[in-house]
Every structure is written in C-alpha cells, then in structure tokens.
T-cell receptor, first 112, second 112 residues
C-alpha cells in the first residue's frame, strides 16, 4: 500500500453525522477512486476522478460526495451517515494506462 | 451489464496443495487482472494479462488469459499459510477503460 494513505483508519459515527474520508497519494498518478467493500459484495465503485478537476459517479454514489482537491488528494464525504454506509472504504489510484490500481489500507466505518 | 463470475467462492486447503480458481464472463475482456487481498489490507495486484492465450507467472502463481477472452485462470502451486486471503479478478469496463469490473472474489484458507 506504499504511496496511498487514508485517514482515518477507523471511525464510529451516529446516524445523521457527517464526516470526510481523506486519501492522498505520492505516486503522481492521474486517476483516483473510492470503493466500498461489504461482505459478499466484492468491491463497488462509489466515485472516481480520471484527472485533477474531474469527478464521475460509479455504481453506488448515493449518499456520498467527493472532491478532487488537487492531483494528490481525493476526499469522500458522507453528509448524513446511515447504518447502510457501514463498510470498509478503499481509495485507489492508477496511472490510467494499463489500468492497474494501487490501493490504500482502507478506512473502517461503523454507523450506529 | 458486464459481470465477472469467480469460482469457487471459497476454498479450504492443506498447506502444500495446489490451488486453481477461475473467472468467467459472458463479455469479452481485453485485459485480465488478478489481485490478492490480505486480511485487513487493501488489494494488491498479482498478475496482469493483456493477450488472449497469454500465460504469466509470478513465483508460485500462474495465470492464463483464456483464448475466448471470456475467462481467466489463476493457479497457486504448493500453497503456504501466507497465501490466505481473497483473490479477485478484474477487467476494464467496456464503456470506460478507466473503470474496472470486479469479481466477488475467491476466499482461500490454508491449514498449516
């Protein structure tokens, strides 16, 4: 997971609270992604950013917003957390060429 | 839409055994990627395949790009306890090659 950092590592929220998950990279890759992983569901794409200044929806964008702050940073915001958003969230990056993605260590979120 | 079906869903084997798993789709893929996720970590790329019929090795791992371009196989020889984890196949979305389609994973447990 070298090169991709995520904060926080763990978070517990109450329903209705908001929070921002941070992702930063030092590999100078153009594309950044946010996934969620739930048991038996594999990895599902929430949002992605093909390059600085652009963002696009993935499979499961409802309840989330993103910001590509600069080339290094891509944040995911939950405005009003719901128990259904309890999950492990992964940030990933890619150079956009061979489409190989490098993942961060994940943020484990529990919404009560 | 495009889907990747992985089998088996889970495996429990004895140390030293060989392992085979596969990934199939009704759609053609031009690239196949195999990732491994260790417990509590993000996925890490193991092998990338770019050409139909290609056979590529990475240590004890060997992956093949099926000649129909609708399947791929991953074999692990002489399994060891650190092979434990979830193995995912992935391939680029037909509509947008910056997005990956992911299988649901094969969970591998190794009994020492």
């Amino acid at each position: 997971n070298a090169g991709v950092t995520q904060t926080p590592k763990f978070q517990v929220l109450k329903t209705g609270q908001s929070m921002t998950l941070q992702c930063a990279q030092d590999m100078n890759h153009n594309s950044m992604y946010w996934y969620r992983q739930d048991p038996g569901m594999g990895l599902r794409l929430i949002y992605y950013s093909a390059s600085e200044g652009t963002t696009d929806k993935g499979e499961v964008p409802n309840g989330y917003n993103v910001s590509r702050l600069n080339k290094r940073e891509f944040s995911l915001r939950l405005e009003s957390a719901a128990p259904s958003q309890t999950s492990v969230y992964f940030c990933a990056i890619s150079s956009g060429g061979p489409l190989t993605q490098y993942f961060g260590p994940g943020t484990r979120l529990l919404v009560l | 839409g495009q889907q990747l079906n992985q089998s088996p869903q889970s495996m429990f084997i004895q140390e030293g055994e060989d392992v085979s798993m596969n990934c199939t789709s009704s759609s053609i893929f031009n690239t196949w990627l195999w990732y491994k996720q260790d417990p509590g970590e993000g996925p890490v790329l193991l092998i990338a395949l770019y050409k139909a019929g290609e056979l590529t090795s990475n240590g004890r791992l060997t992956a093949q790009f099926g000649i129909t371009r609708k399947d791929s196989f991953l074999n692990i020889s002489a399994s060891i306890p650190s092979d434990v984890g979830i193995y995912f196949c992935a391939g680029p979305s037909a509509g947008n090659n910056r997005k990956l389609i992911w299988g649901l994973g094969t969970s591998l447990a190794v009994n020492p």
